[in-house]
């Protein structure tokens, strides 16, 4: 089929129409733009489940016939990294994973490839995928794949409670669930722009020990990960933009 780079489009994106609007699960977040970053697709996952209650996602920012946004140096900062994300797509023909966290401060991964016309081996657009950005509990995984049901020290059954947690307690508490010290909790936020000292983390953990009505450390760390705080990343720690992923989990085989 010779077609033209224009028709070659067209044609991607109706059979995008019928493939992720039709066959593939409704729930799939596609688009495919042109090269000139104009939204030529986007599937009804993309509009209906990644795009909830009409926040924006990160890459509606480029599209000129949407909903006016505030300009601000944020909507600025994501339009330049976009816009280089897609210029690198487009001249390196290479597929590229990032991280996008937009100026709501939702989190999603973002799979964008070009489309090449075979006819005239030209890239003519970008087709994009988007998935919810979580974190998973690794340990529940593990347990899982063994068929090992997981055991809390504490038999009583924690409620999903919301917690009114501070800022500061929140960052604590993140970092400590993935097992740093305080030490490592001081320098991680420090690095970060929150200065914070060791002895004021160990003050930190104390004051949530309390909040979670428990005892030590590893109880604390326990019912946080049943609560699911494992799963929010505090807004202290995001910045708006688009991150290039680069690690794959490996499995390691024995030395």
């Known amino acids: 089929m010779n077609l033209s780079d224009n028709d070659f489009l067209k044609f991607y ?4 129409g019928v493939i992720f609007n039709n066959i593939c699960s409704k729930s799939e ?12 697709f986007v599937s ?22 949407r909903t006016k946004i505030t300009q601000d140096k944020n909507i600025q900062k994501l339009r330049d990294e976009v816009e280089a994300d897609d210029q690198f797509i487009t001249s390196n023909r290479k597929t590229l994973v990032s991280l996008y966290v937009d100026v709501y401060h939702q989190l999603c991964i973002i799979r ?10 030209n890239v003519v657009g970008i087709i994009g995928r988007v998935y919810p950005f979580v974190m998973p509990n690794i340990l529940d995984i593990i347990y899982q794949i063994n068929d090992v049901a997981q055991v809390l020290t504490e038999k009583a059954k ?15 508490l993140f970092l400590s669930v993935y097992k740093y010290s305080y030490t490592e909790v001081s320098e991680i936020m420090t690095n970060l722009g929150h200065q ?11 004051n949530l020990k309390y909040i979670f009505a428990v005892k030590s450390k590893e109880a604390l760390i326990e019912k946080a990960i049943h609560l699911k705080y494992h799963l929010f990343i505090p807004r202290g720690f995001l910045k708006v933009g688009s991150h290039t992923l680069g690690d794959e989990a490996v499995i390691i085989s024995e030395l």
Do not use: W
Not at 13 to 16: D, E, F, G, L, M
Not at 30 to 38: A, E, G, P, S, T
Not at 49 to 65: A, C, H, R, S, Y
Not at 112 to 121: G, L, R, S, V
């Open 13 to 16: 994106c109706s059979s995008a």
């Open 158 to 172: 924690y409620e999903a409670l919301h917690y009114k947690l501070t800022q500061r307690q929140h960052m604590v």
């Open 44 to 65: 009804d996952g993309y509009k209906d489940q990644l795009n909830p209650n009409g926040t924006i996602l990160v890459e509606d920012v480029l599209n000129k016939k």
């Open 196 to 206: 914070i000292s060791s002895g004021r983390v160990n003050e930190h953990l104390e």
């Open 112 to 121: 964008k490839a070009p489309i090449i016309n075979p006819a005239t081996d």
């Open 29 to 40: 977040g596609v688009f495919i733009k042109d090269l000139n970053h104009v939204f030529c």
